[in-house]
């Protein structure tokens, strides 16, 4: 008996199916342009969902490329690209200092390790083996720098306790600059010179890859001391102040990190407990959370313009379909006169309809995860199209059509055999 109702059920879908087809081949331009509505949306809803899923996963990998349980306290607010007017209130703050990285690693039992860190980009001249570096960044930093940074060390050493307290002239290289002024050499004992002073490398870090666009391989660190020594403008203000990065003893440490470091640098600095912080306090998370909300945002109008094609297709559909119904009158007549039920008259405009909007979909769908392979071939931006936005576009694009079919298809189940086969 079941057996029997899937084989009739298989046969009425494929006969409407054919008939589907040969009402849509009969007009294959008015079908066409039918469909533009539904192949514009979905192709947006595709498009979009690839180039954000693509955005979030670099977002996670670059900042977990710094390691998950950064803590970092320093004295600007983090801005997305590091650019835009600093506000008056954040330029009046008091900078922060050795001393507060000092305080912290002694007094915040949750904090594992805490590296005070200066930063130059693009303000030193950086030679070694008679060839000159690619403007790399110069990072000022202690022993516990690799540590908090989540840099490992590839050959050599890392910076020690006795380097920082004695400002000794050393370096250790990212994997670029080593590529660039020690392409096949072995770097380790090598000078390098920074502004004409000159150091010597004791160590390279591993490769850790690019983020955004940018480059962190293309680095060295040499000890804060010696950093402030031969950066003295940055150091009176003239440049980046100095950054405290920490890092807790385990992950689920790191909130009880941020309020310790927050309480001991709201007491060195004498704030009032009814007054906001004035330091910035960020994590890898916090600044991931930051960003995906900017790219859901942005998926908030690209969806919004998105269901307006959706909609104007699906009006466009139902009023084809209407057209269809009038222009095929005396066919729905004789069907009724020779047997058919409404069922059978509504299913095949329905399924007429769907095959229509199925189609716009799966256009949309190709020209969908082209863009999206396009834009990651020629361009810096990571694109990924999962499964379920394919599925996602073909289910909306054939709900579209059964919804906006629905009216003709009922329209045309009523429809009096009698007058029907009199209609001219």
Known sequence: MFASFLELLRR??????????????AHKLRAVLTIVGIVIGVWTVISMVAIVTGFNRSTEESFSSFGTTLVQFQKYEQRFGGGGRVPEEERKRKDLTLEDAEAIARLAPSILAVSPERYLFGGAKVTGNGVEA????????????????????????????????????????GIEVVNVLFKGKDPLGQNVSVNGRRLTVVGVFDKKGGTFGGNPDNFLLIPISTFDRDFPQVRNGHGDTIHIATI?????????????????????????????NDFAVWTSEKLIQDMQAVSTAISGVLVFVAAIALLVGGVGVMNIMLVSVTERTREIGLRKAVGAVRRDISLQFLIEAMTLTGAGGVVGVVLGVGTALLIGAVSPLRTETPLWSILLGLGVSVSIGLFFGLYPALKAARLDPIEALRYE
């Open 134 to 173: 690619n403007s790399p960044g110069v990072a000022g930093g202690t022993q516990d720098y690799a540590q908090c940074n989540n840099w490992t060390i590839k050959d050599g050493r890392n910076l020690t306790d006795l380097d920082v307290r004695h400002a000794t002239d050393v370096a250790v290289l």
């Open 12 to 25: 009425s879908l494929a006969e409407n199916l054919r008939f589907a087809g040969i009402a849509l081949l």
């Open 248 to 276: 807790p003893r385990s992950p689920e440490l790191i909130d009880k990190a941020v309020e310790e470091g927050t309480n001991i640098l709201r007491l060195r600095r004498k704030i009032p407990f009814d007054k906001p």
